[in-house]
């Protein structure tokens, strides 16, 4: 019999190319953390020793607690607790906060998933316009609560707005948010999931009172992997214990985290987080010469003739949106494989991650190549130019 | 610098062991899903052939959206998902239905999960008195149903009950339970952690509208993994997709799914869950010879003076629940090591995953196990007994 698993490749991208795909850089696991999924792949690894109080981020052996700890201290934040994935951070805070009626603060450049959040606990986003240079104010987050409020005669009961945005990769003023946030009394959610585990980044510092970042992303994980830290005060709500009780058995089960679903990331993606984190604490330390590096990039990019750049300049995120409507699109306009031209010619010179056949407005992802790689990267795309007549100044 | 992870043990329980860890054996990795894990361990490893329309369910590279269908007709329904743990089905489900002041029925045997996701939902449990051989039955749903209508006036919103209980492993009457759920036209949610996997399950044939299960605790995959299956009828609400619009910016993300957070389960655990599949659907049809072998192995355990089995009997599955109080506990009460004498008893025969310390009430599971690694646990349980003056008849 023929089984849908045996049409699963092997993966081998991360090892035979240079992977520029927008969002897998931050993920590619550490060889620690390759490691830890082949000695904690089984179901229920994590729970040889659990014993009471029964939660996962209070088992001791492997030093699961201790990690917690750790990982809060790493953010800045009180507490920490590993969800799985971003987006159910987001669940978890917005759920604890916001019902049917409310309204919830995000970026224009939000995440589809921050929108999904919102909708799940019946509430409602209110989007915060950007500025001229595609980023959001705290100014522009004041207006917005002062919209919100004469139009619903309430405040949003959560502002929550990303750190780096998914789309243009934009630093976003999260202090200036902070401040407004903190002058409205209601509670701010920095998305993190594109900053904490590649460039240094406290919490505390930036006056959120909640991070949530992402494992698969950019914490060196196995997807899905997440992780929410917050102050004192908003753990305390965001990480409530339940407080149901059975009516027939009178059953309770009061250490368990209703948010949290009780225990949370559970298995190998935890223990894999856990690996990486030393490398991960040290990596963060590197952010300077990754931006250096694309901001290296950009500027070859540019030469080319024709080729913008979306994201702002000069850039403070390796996760970068590119248009080449007026360079490589005239090629792909004419050429018989249309923009898949573009594809074929970079994996050619085993370059993989460009979304395939996109030749207009696209995005790409420089971090963790070496220098050799950057520059292979950019006379890459200048020799393509080159050979379909683009000029290259 | 001394790291946390330095802590963290090579974990060899499965290959140096025989263990009968109550929740461990089905979710131990098969070869196929540990080479998966290899393959895959990057975050947004499955990410790579991501296409339009953009959701993980529907992507072709690998074969996802494939094994999405097969999944759905290997459990008798018409759509299904994969979720980051079972625990993530029951809020996902919850949630569709159940909102604040509404009640869902449970089991007097109900796990904590199906508490906190009612719980997250603001709702309220109401859980079935058990009959006199510690099972649900269909009849007494109905009176709890009767209950509940005369108590607050409304119907509950969800029955959740479980196939087999994680706390005895008995047999609940779930096909009653579903002819009386469609009686009074209450979703039926069938709780298959412990079934699906393991044993044949057909929720069309049960009268399920849902059905959720585990990977990590029945699907040899890792955690957190699970599946949402449901018919056509409740797929459409609990897969609704989302409606929110972006004030500002009019985006609107059409496709993603509300409960799932858009993309369900990714990476690693998706693919090694597929790599698992092939030997679950075989695996299922062996399941007459496991209930042989539990019951060979409580025959053998009750040879043991003092010994009970709490769980049903004859066993109908294997994890089981035992007392031990008048036979091992004698022993514990005047042991220097005290309840730890069994732990190192049966750790010296390569026994492992009872509750260390316990030698009261306790649970095991002789999943998986050989003929000859059956027979060598019970008659290591005769020859502790024998050992300590316990008679074995």
Redo the contacts between chains.
Sequence with gaps: ?K???D????????ELFINI?P??P????TP???K?????????????WCRKPFRLDKIQ???IA??HA?LAGFLGMDEARVV??A??GF?AVV?SVA??GDSVVVS?L?H??E??????A?A??????LNQSNTVTGENVAQKIEGVKRETGKLPKLIMIDHFDYMLGNEHDVRGVAKVAKEYGIPFLCNSAYSIGVMPVNGMEIGADILVG????SF??????GIVAATKEWADKVFRT???V????G?R?GI?E??M??CT?????L??L??S??TVRERVKRWPEEVEKINYFTKEFLKIQGNLILSEMPRRHTLTKVDTSRSFDKVAQVHKRRGFFLSDELRDRRIIGEFAGATRAWKLNTYGLTWDQIRYLAQSFQDIAGKYGVEVV
């Design positions: 019999m089984y849908i698993v049409d699963v490749e092997v993966r081998a991208r991360e795909h969002i897998q931050g993920g590619r696991l620690e953390a390759m830890a999924l082949i000695a904690y792949g089984d179901g229920y690894s994590t729970c040889d052996r492997p030093p201790e990690f750790e799985p994935g987006r159910r669940q759920s019902g049917p224009s939000a589809y998933t929108f999904l959040a919102v909708e799940d019946g409602v986003v209110k989007e915060v316009p992402s494992g698969h992303k060196a994980s196995p997807a899905p992997s339940t407080q149901m059975g009516d027939v058995t059953r089960f368990k209703i948010e679903m009780g990331l559970m298995g190998a993606n223990i894999a856990m690996a984190f030393p």
